[in-house]
Every structure is written in C-alpha cells, then in structure tokens.
T-cell receptor, first 112, second 115 residues
Framework: GQNIDQPTEMTATEGAIVQINCTYQ??????LFWYQQHAGEAPTFLSY????GLEEKGRFSSFLSRSKGYSYLLLKELQMKDSASYLC?????????????FGKGTKLSVKP | DTGVSQNPRHKITKRGQNVTFRCDPI?????LYWYRQTLGQGPEFLTY????????KSRLLSDRFSAERPKGSFSTLEIQRTEQGDSAMYLC?????????????FGPGTRLTVT
C-alpha cells in the first residue's frame, strides 16, 4: 500500500530552526515534494528532491534518502509567517502517470 | 498566483443538489489533476487528464462524480446528488511540462459546503 507519515503538529520559536520529518512507502517513486499550505489556501511548492542529498533554497532545505524512504524539511530563522501546514508528497510515477500522494501534513506553529 | 484559476472559490449547496466547478489551467501545460482535501488531511488524487483524455480515475471518484476537459483546455468537475461527505476543498493542479510531473501548480481551490 501507499503510506506517507509525518508528525501532526510541531511548535517552534521565532528565529529558531525546525526539522519536519517524513517517511514514505509507495509502489513507485519519482521524486518527493514539500508544499506549504496556509489555512484556507492552496498548497504552494517549496522543494523537490529526486536524488539523495540536500537541496537548499534560502531559509528552506530539503533532504532525501531513497534507501531509507525518508525526507526532512529544514526551516531556518523561523518567522511568524512560517506558521502553516507542511505537506510531504511523493510523485508515484510507478502508479498513475505521476499523480502526487500526500501525507496528512504537519501543522507548524511559530511562537514569539 | 500560480496562473491556475478556479471558480467558484466557495460553494454552499443543499444535499441532493448538483454542483459544477471549473479549472482554467496554464495554457501550455497539457496535464491536469483534480484533488480533494478534507480538513486535517492532505490532498487526495481524484482524476488526471492529458490534454482532453481522462487517463485515470481514483476509486474515490464515485459514479456521482464526472470530470471533463473539452479540447484540452479548461476542465470541469461535476458532483451530482451531493452528500454531506462531499464537503471539502477541491483543488486543480497543473504540472509544468516535461517527462516528470515536476512542481505541480495548484489553483486556489473551490471550497464546497453541503448542508
């Protein structure tokens, strides 16, 4: 079956660093995505990993280990506007033409 | 703004009524996906179009749901005889061109409330 796990909620302090973990088991794999979603809004793309290693993009970095079925999203210098849900999603190319399988999301609360 | 638009943004309907949503994708992107998202969950795949061809439908898409994409341009999702369990955000996604569904661009969604 298809399974993507991530913590339900996390809390962190403004200015700090937070790591959101994601583990996955899918029938196919053609890349892992992280999306940010503010309440009541559509997901917005943050990062994409298809090879093992770390991808850095400003305050956000994402890591992938395909052998472990594991990824994390690292957010540095947290700001209040980073309070949102963070969705881990796998491109299940082996399944159906590359639709995304999403985890339930991690709700991050950034406190002053 | 991702360039993908959806209408209406909000829809409140009574149980048993039919509703139709529209997605206008980025013109040069030939693939289009519909997802449904309920509170506290991630988006769930409903169906996928390549140009005008509907290539896959999820088991979540019951007989009451139908989707079209005439001429490979905009797409519509219709729900007949709505039920309270259909209340959700309906998202249209439009990946960038290429062999890999890289960076799917999501529209703002249509929030459906069935009373």
């Amino acid at each position: 079956g298809q399974n993507i796990d991530q913590p339900t909620e996390m809390t962190a302090t403004e200015g700090a660093i937070v790591q959101i973990n994601c583990t996955y088991q899918t029938s196919g794999f053609n890349g892992l995505f992280w999306y940010q979603q503010h309440a009541g809004e559509a997901p917005t793309f943050l990062s994409y990993n298809v090879l093992d290693g770390l991808e850095e993009k400003g305050r956000f970095s994402s890591f992938l280990s395909r052998s472990k079925g594991y990824s994390y999203l690292l957010l540095k210098e947290l700001q209040m506007k980073d309070s949102a849900s963070y969705l881990c999603a796998v491109n299940n190319y082996g399944g159906s033409q590359g639709n995304l399988i999403f985890g339930k999301g991690t709700k991050l609360s950034v406190k002053p | 703004d991702t360039g993908v638009s959806q209408n209406p943004r909000h829809k409140i309907t009574k149980r048993g009524q039919n509703v139709t949503f529209r997605c206008d994708p980025i013109s040069e992107h030939n693939r289009l996906y519909w997802y449904r998202q309920t509170l506290g969950q991630g988006p769930e795949f409903l169906t996928y179009f390549q140009n005008e061809a509907q290539l896959e439908k999820s088991r979540l898409l019951s007989d009451r749901f139908s989707a079209e994409r005439p001429k490979g341009s905009f797409s519509t999702l219709e729900i007949q005889r709505t039920e309270q369990g259909d209340s959700a955000m309906y998202l249209c996604a439009n990946p960038s061109p290429g062999l890999v569904a890289y960076e799917q661009y999501f529209g703002p969604g249509t929030r459906l409330t069935v009373t």
